[in-house]
């Protein structure tokens, strides 16, 4: 959801929805709770629908509108890594195909490849395996699949697919990644002491504090916890481009055998460790996420109509395998390695990444010859609880029609820069230098 661009929801509000919703509201609460309910299940229909197209309806019919059905021996796409939108509209491809051809000569220094030597150039180098998903997508013009390189890699596209073996010499069992910004240190050591103190084995556990701006006191309130865990880093993020980018970069730094990423404001589960080591252990899991909850406990009167925020988002991920950034989402070192990766772009990674591992899911097994069929993994309760400061700010109903109006928008082909100015109203977030 595009709460997710920052640890704190910013977005500007207008008068008239102060007057239906949140503080200031003209709605008696059971009111406000029942269209609360109304709307939050009706949004979760829209999710149903943005499942089925975005899961199921588009890849079958953008591959069957393509050249590559005389030359492609499977019924829909399956990219070999995540990719921004920006990364696709940068370049055809036809010329990310040239830029492989070239990237290729240059490593091999040869002009033509066995089978066997493209399947292990590309399965080991993450520049050929990102030119190689970008080149063959399929689009109405594409030729790239006319072209002997084209034709080699749709033949060995399968053996690419396949995942990477699991990481057995890692030095922790899990890399905690926490991006921040914009929040108080003291904040952030109280929910990471506590996620330290609940979990069963804190010695193998990396912790990464990603900061990414704006923080007080982040490394004076971090020093009382490097005792707690079995490492503890405080990384400090530059390169701008939003979220994406600066998960990307706490990941470079982990050592972990799971990547698990957790927003700065999300109270981890007792024993959420164990939990989500039990949940990867199964081999066809590519990646789980915890159940979703709103922490209300501190609250004389909570926002009406938070319990069908819970619910539905309940459904919605148990139903499409779809969770969202705030229910900590967890990924073997080694899947999100090979696949990339979040998008390079400020909002909505959360949603590419997911999206590109509930394909693998759907279709993997089934029509790309998958050795394993792959799940995304939803650990029952208790949940990860979110902060609830959103819905005590703007109120359910704003902040349940914004979120579903942004995915909508999002789903129809507005960019993540796009979107986040609309809600922001500010500029996107730069990157300090441009991507090729």
Same mark, same amino acid.
């Given at each position: ?34 269209? /609360? ?14 499942? #089925? ?11 069957? /509108? ?44 040869? !002009? ?91 010695? !193998?556990?990396? =912790? ?49 055998? =799971? ?47 938070? !319990? ?19 229910? =900590? ?46 799940? #995304? ?27 579903? !109006? ?31």
């Amino acid at each position: 959801a595009p709460k997710q661009a920052h640890e704190k929801d910013e977005s500007p509000r207008e008068s008239s929805t102060a007057r239906i919703g949140g503080p200031g509201t003209c709605l008696p609460r059971p009111v406000e709770s029942l269209l /609360s309910w109304i709307l939050a299940l009706t949004c979760l229909t829209v999710s149903g629908y943005h499942y #089925l197209v975005s899961t199921f309806l588009s890849p079958l019919l953008q591959w069957r /509108s393509t050249r590559y059905d005389a030359t492609w021996p499977w019924p829909c796409w399956l990219p070999l890594t995540t990719a921004s939108r920006a990364e696709m509209d940068r370049k055809t491809p036809m010329e990310r195909h040239q830029q492989l051809d070239a990237y290729l000569q240059e490593v091999t220094k040869n !002009k033509e490849w066995s089978d066997e030597e493209l399947v292990r150039v590309i399965r080991h180098d993450e520049i050929a395996r990102r030119l190689a998903s970008l080149a063959m997508r399929p689009t109405k013009d594409s030729l790239v699949s006319t072209t002997p390189l084209g034709q080699q890699l749709a033949k060995i596209w399968n053996a690419l697919l396949q995942l990477p073996p699991k990481c057995t010499d890692c030095q922790f069992d899990i890399s905690l990644i926490v991006p921040a910004y914009r929040e108080r240190g003291m904040d952030v050591a109280n929910k990471l002491r506590n996620a330290l103190v609940s979990c069963q084995h804190p010695n !193998k556990i990396q =912790v990464i504090i990603v900061d990414a701006g704006s923080c007080s006191s982040l490394k004076e309130e971090m020093n009382s916890l490097q005792e707690c865990c079995g490492k503890l880093e405080i990384v400090t993020f530059q390169n701008g481009g939003g979220r994406g980018p600066c998960l990307n970069f706490g990941a470079s730094y982990a050592s972990g055998r =799971v990547y698990t990423f957790c927003h700065s404001d999300t109270t981890l589960p007792p024993k959420w460790d164990s939990k989500i080591q039990t949940a990867l252990s199964n081999p066809s899991a590519n990646s789980c996420a915890f159940s979703f909850g709103i922490d209300t406990s501190g609250l004389t009167y909570p926002p009406p109509g938070i !319990k069908a925020v819970e619910l539905s988002a309940n459904i919605r991920t148990h139903l499409y395998s779809l969770p969202y950034g705030d229910q =900590v989402l967890s990924v073997p070192a080694n899947v999100f390695d090979y696949i990339g990766g979040f998008p390079d772009q400020c909002l909505m990674e959360d949603y590419e990444l997911v999206s590109l591992l509930r394909k693998r899911a759907a279709f993997g097994h089934k029509f790309s010859r998958l050795h394993e069929k792959e799940r #995304l993994v939803i650990i029952p309760s208790p949940p990860a609880l979110c902060s609830p400061r959103r819905w005590q700010q703007y109120g359910v109903l704003y902040v349940t029609y914004m979120n579903s !109006k942004f995915v909508n928008l999002y789903a129809s082909g507005l960019t993540p820069d796009g979107l986040f100015e609309l809600y922001y109203q500010w500029p996107p977030p730069k990157r300090s230098s441009p991507l090729a």
